[in-house]
């Protein structure tokens, strides 16, 4: 893909092919409703009798049927001529029409579906076309020569005709919902303005596009300053494709060993080099830097940790190049960030409508500060007063009524589908499912031979694949790519016959069974009570379900008071005890959820019996309202996503002003007038770090995703939004090119919200039916975001019709995409949750932008004994960007972290309680070791090695008596569960007066290692550490 400015024509499509396709679909869609209100020449059977003649079981009902039953016969053998009219209108109109129009959808489809594996399937598509079009074909031939047989035996064919008969509709249903989906889609993207990406630099006249891997081998263009950065390619599928390697370049004697783009090393070595280079790419302005923070993530209890700690760490946080936070760590991040910076909101006249912050660097959020006071009071920033608890509570039900509205109406108009299908189709019989008086109960009227089909296919395809297997015994080749997709497709069509004919009948059934029996008909009647009743019943299981998965702490074999869990012990702490609450859990999940799947399929059920008796509003009301509600409603603003944002900026975003009276005090921002666009109020402030707030963006394709994790970095700062494996796109860019409904999630305040989305339906290293459950009601804390990857090439080949265009709404698609749990790379929109999904500490994140002394604040719910978030940023590390960290220097022990190691306090009996929860250190000092040598600052040599000093919230015996006596009567202390958000000022005071106290411990720790090793500060002489020059 170029990165010059200019306009690169997506594909080049024959108009010959184009005309071709609309002239099938429109004379195909002519000659169906040609056929259907008036055919030419020849007369055909009046209503549904020819296709009832489709699945006509004996030669009795055919007869009927033929002679016209219904309203006095017209002998047999006129009626049997006027059905072979009809079968040869049927082969003249019908047949050919709807083939003409199914193949120029899909022929459309393939010329202008963009994704390569769209245009795939419309090709498959198109392939399949073929086949209900021949199963029509030998089903009208029976269905002939069962006429002629009408006075003798016509079951034998009447049986083969109703066979092809099921093969045909169980094609041509998922065949034209496809093309219909395809012919909107085309018609949408033709008659609207085509999406484009606005770079945020005027003199532009195009953005610019960049890769990654080019910048990083110095083999990009002059354009060094992109508005979009492609990340390295990563194949897709399970077998290499040609297109996937470049070619090899040609000889060029002035660059002798050189390799295609930078991409390959002469040495194993030198790949390990190559791949470092690659993933540790950072936009550019972002250079390494001698110091940088991480603060972890935790909810308010890290923020209230990670304030003390900046607070302690101040002088070497002002140092300090960059501030990476991740959930509770970025709101405290985030709101040091609003309290400088110098962007204000703009009055009507032009100038600012607030005063400028009068906070400062070197004391904003001090110990006794406005900013801390306000942070302070407003600790329970969820919901404190009874007004904002019903706020909270409102926008939780708001949600679920969304969600189970949306989901409610898809169930119905199936159920619509269904009934009119079947009435005209009668692959089953729905009218005695309804209540027949005193009837014993409804039964299940299924065509009679309906089995048959399903079975021959099945055995079709098993007899394809054994007996090419037998044939290839003696070969050494693998099975053909074209025997694996015969098989398939006739497996995926007994498949749909199977559904079509047998399932979807049965579940129907089983529901009308179900109700008749539970209640004598009383709740399935076209009333709809009884639904309604069970759907009631539903939402608030799933309510109930939401909270206690929500709420329910996982397995653990520690109290939070550190002491260890015996396997019998009692108040619920035993080993047994816990272990069985964690399927307690996943046993609530599923019932939840299978509660809902029962519900969906019984509404289903039930319109499917009942929509034929439904008053004409309701009948075209249902179908109506789901087309308008799914394009007019956006998932993510009835999500919690906006409450979340709004009850942390509430909290956290702040300045300091001075107010009418005079006085000096703590100004909140106005959320609804002053959004906090990353772009400027995330630039970095002189003085102090960028601010750069790390969350992680939903990939399900295992070659993007790190092992265990379905989850991406992505970042969220001033300069550029993304990471390695989406891309990045320059800020200013990225607000200008998004619509304005997906634009208020790119600020300052959103960010903070989604680097603390800890509740949403990726959520990392989470059980899937968790997920599941949290997509379906809604308790959703992430939002969907532009994908840069899309915008790169909506950069590079837009404005153009045929790519999709960037939604302005977050639609049903997105809901569904999160319930079936699939979220590709390449879609215009990505779904961005907690940070904590990816990496809980920032760490990665941090040695990504490659500094020498790297400051980890953790305040993690780690379950002790060990740092076990701490484990898993170093394995990551290593396997994300070959960066090995080390705990091996002298007197530096991690074991010194678990709860248990310090010297016991005395006297012993009255401190026994706290003395098994006391730790050795709080602090530790490491080494990182990079691939490869790092220019850390200007003027200094290149090293690779770096130090890390970890900080983990804990207790030690040289705490402050303060926090000893509040952790000897605060037992969850300092590990309060993360679910708990409404810390009242004690707590909160505790957390920060720990963070100071760490934090204190910290820079002692650092200063000592620097006097001993003379390392060169930030701003002061000296030399280096001789291990950095090694």
Known sequence: MPNAPTQVKLREIPGWAVGLCLFGLIAGLCMIIWYAVDPPFLDRPSGDRELLLQFATTAEEARALVNGAEGGGTGTATG?????????????????????????????????????????????????????????????????????????????????????????????????????LIVVTLYCRRVLDPSCVHSALEDRPRPVVAHAHRLVGGTESQWSDPDV???PAAPHDWEPRPEWT???????????????????????????VARW?????????????????CVSGGGIRSASVTLGALQALREDLLKATYLVSVSGGGYTAGAFQLALTEARLRAPDGGPSVGPGLAV??????????????????AKYLADAPKEKLHAAGAVLRGMTVSFGMLALVFAVAGQFLHHFYAHVPLTKLHPLAPQGKVAGPSLELYPNAWQPVLLLFGLAGLVSVGYAFARAGSDKSRPAWLRSTVNTITGLALAVAVLSIVLPSVIWFFAALAHKAGKGGYWDDSGAGVALLGAITAAATAVGTWFTAVHKTVKKLRPDGEQASPFARGGTSLVTQVGSSWVKALVCWLVLLLVAFFGLALMSWAAVYAGSWHVGWKWGVPIALIVLTLVIDQTTFSLHPFYRQRLAGAFAVR?????????????YDYNNEPTPLNPYAQRVEGFPQVIFAASAAVSLRNRTAPGRPAVPFTFASDYCGGPDTGWVRTGTLQKTAPALIGRDLTVQSAVAVSGAAFASAMGSQTMFMERLLALSNVRLGTWVPNPLYLAELATYGPDRIMPRLPRVRRLRYQLQELVGRYSDTTPLLLCTDGGHFDNLGLVEMLRLRCRTVYVIDASGDSPPLATTLAQAITLAYEDLGVTITFDDEGQNLLDLVPGSAKPLAPKTPMASLNGRLSATCVVRGTIEYPEPVQFSPGTPAGTKGTIIFVKAGLTPDMPYELLSYALREKAFPRQATFDQWFDHAQFDAYRALGHHLGTKAAEVRHAHAARFRIKRPGSGGASDPQDTA
């Open 277 to 293: 280079r690659t993933r540790a790419f950072q936009p550019p302005g972002r250079q390494p830097a001698e110091l940088g923070f």
């Open 361 to 378: 660097p070197a004391d904003v959020f001090a110990p006794g500060s406005p900013e801390e006071d306000h942070v302070r009071r407003h």
């Open 80 to 180: 049997a001529r006027l059905f072979q009219d009809g079968l040869v209108l049927d082969w003249r109109m019908f047949v050919p029409g709807y083939a003409a129009a199914l193949a120029g959808a899909f022929g459309l489809g393939h010329l202008f579906l963009y994704r390569d594996f769209t245009r795939l399937w419309a090709r498959r598509a198109l392939i399949l076309t073929i086949l209900p079009v021949v199963a029509d074909c030998v089903e009208n031939v029976f269905l002939w020569r069962a006429l002629d047989r009408l006075a003798t035996d016509p079951v034998p064919d009447l049986t083969r005709a109703a066979h092809f008969a099921q093969v045909k509709w169980a094609l041509v249903v998922p065949l034209a919902a496809a093309a219909l």
């Open 246 to 272: 470049a070619p090899a370049p040609a000889h060029d004697p002035a660059h002798k060993g050189a390799q295609p783009h930078g991409a390959q090393a002469p040495d194993p070595k030198g790949s390990a």
């Open 656 to 668: 300091r002003a001075v107010l009418k009276d005079g006085s000096v005090g703590a100004l909140p």
């Open 229 to 231: 950065i492609l990340p």
